[in-house]
């Protein structure tokens, strides 16, 4: 990681970039970007262990239900006001004082902005707690306990606050090119909350009592996500005060960029209420809704392994070349970051896809968690793997829009996706549970398009031609992979039976021939992208 200078910025001041500076900084993107991805992984490895460890208390059917819809309301707030709406409007901000060298006045904003959200989640917490019934009533009878529900929103809902203060951490260290503290935070999360259901849920009696255990268990793991990477801003060169200087126009900024910021991820995550009304309602308020969920996890893995990295690592550098007015280096860095998220899930979009099944068994199946299970969930993975290297094109474009501080283009293609989504769920839901996440991946599609048409607009030519024969060289290979995984599988599936270590071998086996098969299509493809992917590990495992 590169240490701040003496005005507070990672690289140079203002003015040409050297090449040899320039190559400098695409290295220390690139191995950011590994580490980052390893730490994600990391997390995100450990989160399939915390729903396996759900899953095989609580199963997909049931009760468990009312704690997947319970769960809704405060992740949508948290999207809302928190996380990527925080960062998509803070590190522009803070990283425009830096940049002109004002860099006590941009620690007096972050530290206005952090008791601000304080002060304000906080009592957003509080109203939602008296009006949790009325909300909740919305989603019909969740795992046939609509008060079970509200009772586990309300012990859900201070993760908003805390995830709030934590944006502001995150985004100040980021804006200083740190990922990995914040990339591991997400790990003690997950240790958090695996550590309280094995401990807290064999020790309370009744499934309502243990879904409470589950849901503390939760606000314990997002304090700690807190408090975490609070030791790493001392290294920095300014602190954290206790000020609230509202006067400021950095901070009316803040809160002007994050408008649009929060409307678009609302919408989208909206999206995600919607699906779970239609779910409950209109499917199997049993199932559906935590089926969905368990799905979900799953094609998340792959989606914040590499294109939250990809695009979380490359936003201050968007953030500085659009404060410095260098429109080529934007560009070259949103094309590098489209080619590198099509790269790393196409292919994991096409495995997924042809063994869906064999994932969610080897995942999911054990305790509560049966055979019957699988099929639905396995149908709604491959469902929304149609959609996952769209979905990761649009958080990489929609950070494109964030740095250039135009953020209501991504808003206004929210309003359309999300007018679509309903549209779709209504068709789409007809045909089973695994139609929710069909519509979603056919939403990305569209948004993906959207946001790059505009984007274009904006910023001129993105080397689509370049951009679309890497596309193809990556999904010819990704298609090969994917016929070989299964070929390897299928057979070895067969002979070997369905106890854990065999799946282990045999997806174990498919997986790794499909990767291998995927090195050797892109290096007679000649896909750049390999070529860089293997020269940073070469270099790295020089040191």
Sequence with gaps: MSAPNSTGMSDAADGPVPAATDRGRRRRQARSTLVFSAATGLSRVLGLVREMVSSYYFGINGRINAFTIAFQIPNLVRALVADAALSGAFVPVFSDLLEKGERKRAWRVASTLFWLMLLVLGGLTALFILV?????????DPGGDVGLAVGLSRVLFPIVVLLGLSGIVVGIL????????????????????????????PRVDGTDAQL?????????GTLIQLLLPLPWLRGLDGRLQLVLDWRDPAVRRFFT??????????????????????????????RAPTAIDKAFRLYMLPQGMFSVAVATVLFPALARHAARADMDGFRSTVSSGLR???????????VSAVLAAPIVRLVYERGRFGEDDVSIVAASLAAFSLGLVFNGWMLMLSRGFYGLQSNWLPT????????????????????????IPLATSLVNIVGAALLLAFLRRRVGRLDLGRQAASVARVA??????????????????????????AQIVALGLGLAAAVAIYVVACRALRVR???????????RGER
């Design 132 to 140: 949790a019934p009325f909300v909740l009533r919305l989603f019909g």
């Design 174 to 201: 980021n804006t200083y090119d740190h990922f990995t503290v914040p990339a591991l935070t997400p790990v003690f999360w997950n240790v958090a909350i695996i550590a309280g259901l094995a401990i807290g849920v």
């Design 212 to 220: 409470y255990v589950y849901a503390g268990a939760i606000v314990a």
């Design 257 to 286: 960029l994050m408008l649009p910021v929060t409307l678009t991820l609302g919408l989208v995550n909206v999206n995600a209420v919607i699906d779970s009304i239609f779910a409950s309602r209109l499917i199997d308020p049993d």
């Design 340 to 350: 590198q998220i099509g790269f790393l899930l196409i292919p994991a979009s096409a």
């Design 412 to 435: 206004m293609v929210a309003v359309a996706t999300l007018v679509l989504n309903a549209a779709l769920d209504t068709v789409l839901y007809r045909v089973g549970t695994w139609g």
């Design 476 to 501: 010819l290979a990704s298609a090969l992979a994917a016929a070989v995984s299964l070929a390897v599988w299928l057979p070895l599936d067969r002979a070997l039976g369905r106890s854990v270590p």
């Design 529 to 539: 992208e390999l070529a860089a992917v293997a020269a940073l590990v070469a270099r």
